[in-house]
């Protein structure tokens, strides 16, 4: 009940939050192209409170799902159609005004929660920014055919010299190899207590890929002793098809041991689809090895389950400077935004199984989790992925979103005259049905997630 609570809780706050933010967008560009805009509520259904200040009423409403901005015009209506044809124009109805602004409109409830991702994230990384407090920074896994393997790293090693730091903390580490992109540093690393000098290469930027600066050299930390522990099962993915169940511990893969996902994922992706074999650990007693054949999934190589929350790591602040916070804000905006990019080209291609989205009961899920975490990391995370995601799906070019909306205004300028309002009435209720049942489709998806596997 407490987990229950909590997670929807955190949903409720998180997701008002993001939508009351969007709105505002939407609101705050159609008073600056005078747009009249009758209302704007925070929650739905009956009015708790709230004042009226010219044309719109400011309110709070009783059901806190977020919120809405209510435009003269905005909705299709054949009968406004019946009103128009008898009535002078209304200067202030949505309508009445130049295509561009209602595009203008439309966009700025997606560009508000890009906005609020970025500064959120940049505020996170310039006043908070937490890194895991670690006296050795060890190896846990190097990618053999990357500029780190190509050095001579092994896993195993400990990081003693970083570009000339001498014992570097975590974020020394970041930083530094984030300025060095494109150039060749030194490394000294301690092995089987000797020290070893070598020097390496710190990939540029890829974009629509892994930005940090150690992972794209092919490093990839141990953060914890504890082994990745099975979640959820995907239906029908390699891990279901080997017979891996909820609550699993993989103690060892081919032979080498994985505490994080990370890792492991990048060794999957080494192996380009080779089958694995895991060292498994159920109820307590090793079982037979298990091998899995993974498969192509969001363009990565996965074997299709998700991991338990692990361990928390010992974590203390290292607040950035201005800048260097903006830089990574924005990177974790883009790469964040590509990710989602990614999935949905996925779905489309029918590479990723629309199964695999998350719905309210999922996001409640993940954001119960978020909030019982220690730190700040995980709650600014999130909250910006969500951010990104809410602005993104609204870009859609389906009806009822605002990508739908400034597609319709598209077409319109194409023809130069405006679509009959009864057709687009009729367009509206078709994408709501397919909306809705969309919608009903994820949580029912969400509800069987939550049963063991």
Excluded at 248 to 272: C, M, N, W
Excluded at 330 to 347: H, K, N, P, Q
Excluded at 380 to 405: C, K, T, Y
């Amino acid at each position: 009940m407490h987990v229950f609570l909590v997670s929807v809780a955190a949903f409720v706050i998180l997701l008002g939050i993001m939508v009351v933010v969007h709105e505002f967008g939407h609101f705050a560009v159609a008073k600056l192209c005078g747009v009249r805009v009758e209302a704007f509520s925070v929650g739905f259904g009956p009015r708790l409170l709230g004042i009226k200040i010219g044309d719109t009423d400011y309110k709070i409403c009783a059901l806190p799902f977020g919120g809405y901005v209510k435009m003269t015009g905005e909705t299709p209506d054949s009968s406004q159609e019946e009103i128009a044809e008898t009535a002078a124009p209304d200067p202030g109805a949505f309508t009445s005004h130049p295509r561009w602004q209602r595009m203008l409109i439309g966009l700025a409830g997606p560009l508000a929660n890009f906005l609020l991702a970025f500064v959120a994230m940049a505020f996170y990384y310039n006043w908070i920014n937490e890194v895991p407090s670690f006296k050795t920074i060890s190896i846990e896994w190097v990618q053999q055919d990357s500029s780190a393997g190509q050095a001579g790293i092994e896993p195993g090693d400990s990081i003693v010299g970083f570009d000339g730091v001498d014992n570097p903390s975590w974020d020394q580490l970041e930083i530094r190899a984030n300025r060095k992109m494109g150039q060749y540093v030194p490394v000294s690393v301690e092995r089987d207590g000797k020290t070893v000098q070598t020097s390496m290469l710190v990939p540029p930027p890829v974009r629509g890929k892994d930005t940090e600066p150690l992972a794209q050299s092919g490093i990839y930390l141990h953060l914890i002793d504890a082994p990745i522990v099975v979640n959820d099962v995907v239906p029908g993915a390699p891990a279901q098809q080997a017979g891996l169940h909820s609550g699993d511990k993989i103690l060892a893969v081919d032979g080498h041991s994985f505490h994080t996902l990370e890792p492991l994922l990048a060794y999957l992706q080494s192996g380009r689809g080779k089958p694995v074999v895991l060292t498994v650990e159920r109820n307590g007693a090793t079982i037979p090895p298990v091998t899995v054949h993974p498969s192509i999934q969001a363009s990565e190589w996965r074997m299709g389950f998700t991991a338990k929350r692990p361990p928390d790591i010992p974590m203390h602040e290292e607040p950035l400077p201005f800048m260097t916070a903006v830089e990574k804000s924005e990177s974790f905006c883009a790469d964040s935004s590509l990710l989602i990019l990614d999935v949905l080209r996925g779905i489309f291609t029918r590479k990723v199984s629309v199964s695999q989205l998350s719905g309210p009961v999922g996001i409640a899920r993940m954001a119960g989790e978020a909030a019982e975490m220690n730190g700040w990391s995980p709650k600014f995370g999130l909250a910006s992925e969500i951010s990104l995601n809410l602005g993104i799906l609204n870009l859609l070019p389906f009806p009822i979103l605002d990508g739908g909306m400034i597609l319709l205004l598209l077409i319109e300028s194409g023809i130069r005259r405006d679509i009959n309002m009864l057709v687009k009435e009729r367009i509206y209720q078709a994408a709501f049905v397919m909306l809705v049942a969309f919608a009903a489709f994820i949580i029912f998806n969400d509800i069987t997630k939550l049963r063991p596997h």
